[in-house]
């Protein structure tokens, strides 16, 4: 048993929806009580669908546990065909239909329905919503792609893109940007999926010559069923910043058997040169904190490092099945990788690192707006400020002008404000006027918790002189923090009873090596 | 459907208190007893809300709640495994080390409920059983209390009920000397709450107790001399304890406008003897202000059709206040469960012949409400969308539950919460067709 306030991932056949509703021509019976039917709004809401999902739940009562609940199943199945027609079916049981073991798959089989029907297992108290996804796409195509066609017709020019999903973080936008990258190399797509897909698509998989795996963590089982059993290899590099774009265009110019230089010449984006720029000066070693689910957090440490030149702090994911490769990439960069789903964990993390810029979840957004720290947000879960209007890619050279800007922009704002602090004393400004994008409340006058996370680490038997003080005070608000930290502990350390401005300057000369 | 606005009932009609309803089964499209804990959780202070299930009611919880915006809320789940269920982890010891943890952590908290869900429901979880034990084992600082919000036995605001109930059991009774005590039952927003103990204590009557009390540690205290005056019509179970420990309940139509916040109060009035005229000077300014703040959304709802689908159960309260006091035309009104006892006031105020319904098939409910296509529907977060880009206007029905909409003072915001969709729609015209 286990103590949840908040998180990350919902239960697997939340995954199981995030598929069907990305699907087109799908219905998922999923046996499950009413208040299940919450799911429906993360779609309706969150993603602004316009439909409601292709899901109909059996919603058994308490005096229906004593009856026939398994006859309910088979006439919500039965009733579900009826009114929508799908081509295709996938049944499954939530957390608490786990418990009354009625086999929707057995019963929706008896039914001998003329379509497919694809029984789901996705254990409730055991996996989450990434692996619920994964494994209903897989279970898909395992069902539907037919595995009988001719090899030797495919165009070894075509693809298929497999991963993205509804409630997926930035997949529409993505989706389109290697759609168009994959064109300018000559590579068409056959199909995409599960985004948009159909049954009937999906039968058609085996017709391209390899699979482009945009989100491992819903796309890389079906891609390596889809290996082994039609023979399409698959793409590994996950196309997000420039480098990795760069690479991606190699693996699948090579797996394609096109040349993939001109468009590496031809193609370019501006994230190089603008952050080349010496504008960009500033950003030099910036500590930045990184946590989000795999895909997303590991892209973002090799843009963090090789494309911004920030130093990364702190590395981390609640994706359980990706910890192997978070913990080499941490490894790599000298951090042990955080592997946790109790955001409080991630929470004490950033305060022990005291980063300068948080890449998270939202929840990482608001732990940054209760620390005062810029932030910008890389992964899901998703909110609704992740669904924006305009086209917003992360993936491909227009996904790395889009990440230079989101990443950047908190930073310069983090800047602007530390010149509207040393103007402070001038009249048109004034202490608690709120900094511009850390929401509409006035900002505490230090965050709360660095001082706490300083008084545990090296318990202050020194004090403060008013003049050192206010000198720390002109330190802009985000490295504060640090400089606290360090002066303090330089302090205790060399037996400091009172730290003056000379300490403050002597900490600052012994932490600078 | 072309009923005749009717602005007031005559003595002889009985509006809609024989009225059957329309009952169907099918998928119900509703939320369990767990979110309740969404405004439960605010109401009470120092009260914690552990829910003992699954992933999927930790899920739903933040996801109705939204709950990132605090930095920790109180509420959480205890989040049963494998190991819970396989028997490997003895699952009351498990529970014991959640709840020190938590306690542990969290030494403001006085009052812990654990709340019960489908997944704990169906392996016969004790918890009842569980609050006795870990309440001996936290009493002083501590008491725990249990009560179910699962959604196969409770649906969305009965989570409430369940945990009304569950203090209300845990009350004291009345000693031999009580004074007449007036309970007002059902959470409402502070500036509800005191907006109404204002208006009693104008009228003369002071022992006021609200069920629930906005701290966790005041002591409750019921019996013959307790009556009681419901503010939500969800609360069946609550009153069921109520009565059987000797307390009255006061009938009255629910507080929603100008003249269902005067029915109601009135009630009470007169159950502690307020003379009529003590009771027009204490509301009539009240009920002025009520009707000026309403007088320009019900320019623009006259005459308009309003379709509900369950949710709450405040839907007959809601329907009576449209039509009575707006001037709205009824299409259907749907709610989870019908209180025909608590909601007799309530019914005997709607146009006799109104659709009612209970329960839910929500396909052929959406059929009927396509069919019927009126001005306005009232329906929950996961259609609310689709039936927009259908192009039917909506309201979401959860915002009538979190906004502060009882009493004199909040008609006017009650009826712009209908005005507000009809006007959007207005302002952005055409733009939605190409």
Known sequence: MQLTVWTYEGPPHVGAMRIATAMKGLHYVLHAPQGDTYADLLFTMIERRSARPPVTYTTFQAR???????????????DAYERFMPEAMIVGASCTAELIQDDPGGLAKALALPIPVIPLELPSY????????????????????RSDGDRTKRDPKSCNILGPAALGFRHRDDVLEIKRLLGALGISVNVVAPLDARPSDIARLGDAAFNVVLYPEIAEPAARYLTKALGQPMTTIVPIGVGATRDFIREVAELAGVDPDPVLKDRMSRLPWYSASVDSTYLTGKRVFIFGDATHALAAARIAKQELGFDVVGLGTFSREFARPMREAATALGLEALITDDYLDVEKAIQEAQPELILGTQMERHIAKRMGLPCAVISAPVHVQDFPARHSPQMGFEGANVIFDTWVHPLMMGLEEHLLAMFRNDHEFHDSAAPSHLGHAPRAPEPEQVQQVVSEKAPVVTGWAVDAEKELNKIPFFVRGKARRNTERFAAEHGVHLITIETLYDAKAHFSR | MNLPFRPSQNGNDRGCTDQQTLKQRGQHEVFCGLTSIVWLHRKI????????????????IQSAAGVMIFAEPRFGTAIIDERDLAGLADIDDELDSVVGRLLERRPDIELLFLVGSCPSEVIKLDLKRAAQRLSKLHTPKVRVLNYSGSGIETTFTQGEDACLAALASDAQKETVDAADQLLVVGALADVVEDQFRRLFTD????NVTFLPAKKANVPLVIGPKTKYLLAQPF???????????GAK???AAFPLGAEGTTAWLKAAAQSFAVSAEKFESVTSAGHRRALIAMEAHRDALQGKRIFFFPDSQLEIPLARYVSEELGMRLVEVGTPYLHRAHLSEDLARLPSGTLLSEGQDVERQLDRCRAEDPDLVVCGLGLANPLEAEGMTTKWSIELVFTPIQGYDQAGDLARLFSRPLDRRTRLGGLLCN
Do not use: P
Request: glycine letters at 8%; one cysteine or more.
């Open chain 2, 249 to 251: 309940r006061i009938a």
């Open chain 1, 64 to 78: 229906d546990l004593g009856g026939d609940t398994a006859e309910l199943f088979k006439r919500s199945a039965f």
């Open chain 2, 203 to 206: 009228m003369g009557i002071n």
């Open chain 1, 126 to 145: 055991q996996k989450k919503e990434n692996w619920g996804a994964a494994e209903t796409f897989y279970r898909i195509v395992r069902e539907l792609a």
């Open chain 2, 235 to 245: 609360l069946g179970d609550t009153a069921r304890v109520l009565e059987d420990r």
């Open chain 2, 45 to 60: 202070e120092n009260a914690f809300f552990l829910v003992v299930g699954s992933r999927t009611c930790a899920h739903l």
